[in-house]
């Protein structure tokens, strides 16, 4: 079990650019979180999948970013259009749930998006 | 809906210091709640969690317990270390939330040798 894997670490942009990074879930957990940290901030939800269906997005997350998971497995974030608003640490999560339903997730690094 | 409120940093202290900070919970059902923690340049790691009230979690010396009665979940330590310097997230999770994480702002401990 390697863990909750991203890339890119980092990711520098210009505006306007798209940009879309990778999450790898823990192979067995069946759901997969997208979370946005800002600087001083905890971390804010912004979708998750269980298996491959996009079952919740945030109002945060507006029509500029699309998710998907297409096979259950591995997730994508995009973001097109970028603004420098968007710049943050976009966090992965995976859980799978546990007994008594606990949803015990375990986050990825991050990949730190800097738009210039 | 749910949210979670902690106490502001940064919080500095003496090594071998005892530490508290405050969590309190606003939810609509009967969520689990966790303590997270972020070391410098690192991800967040899970340090405990409780799932049901009176539930104590425990971890590296850190402890909480869930009070329903407060809706609390208040971090102590009795001894802390330089080591322990991060930044600490309360945060729940429930099912009418779709199980995803709300996290507080967090809260940074400076720990002075």
């Known amino acids: 079990d390697t863990g909750v894997s991203q890339d890119p670490r980092h990711k520098i942009t210009k505006r306007g650019q798209n940009v879309t990074f990778r999450c790898d879930p823990i192979?067995?957990?069946?759901?997969l979180y997208w979370y946005r940290q800002t600087l001083g901030q905890g971390p804010e939800f912004l979708t998750y999948f269980q298996n491959e269906a996009q079952l919740e997005k945030s109002r945060l997350l507006s029509d500029r970013f699309s998710a998907e998971r297409p096979k259950g497995s591995f997730s994508t974030l995009e973001i097109q259009r970028t603004e420098q608003g968007d710049s943050a640490m976009y966090l992965c999560a995976s859980s799978s749930i546990g007994q008594g339903g606990i949803n015990e997730q375990y986050f990825g690094p991050g990949t730190r998006l800097t738009v210039t | 809906g749910n949210s979670v409120t902690q106490m502001e940093g940064p919080v500095t202290l003496s090594e071998e210091a005892f530490l508290t900070i405050n969590c309190t919970y606003t939810?609509?059902?009967?969520?689990?709640l966790f303590w997270y923690v972020q070391y410098p340049g690192e991800g967040l790691q899970l340090l405990l969690k409780?799932?049901?009230?009176?539930d104590k979690g425990s971890n590296k010396g850190f402890e909480a317990t869930y009070r329903k009665e407060t809706t609390s979940f208040h971090l102590e330590k009795g001894s802390v270390q330089v080591s322990d310097s991060a930044v600490y997230f309360c945060?729940?999770?429930?099912?009418?939330?779709?199980?995803?994480?709300?996290f507080g702002a967090g809260t940074r401990l400076f720990v002075k040798a």
């Open positions: 945060a729940l999770s429930d099912r009418t939330g779709g199980f995803k994480t709300i």
């Open positions: 192979s067995e957990h069946n759901r």
């Open positions: 409780a799932t049901k009230a009176d």
């Open positions: 939810a609509t059902g009967y969520p689990s």
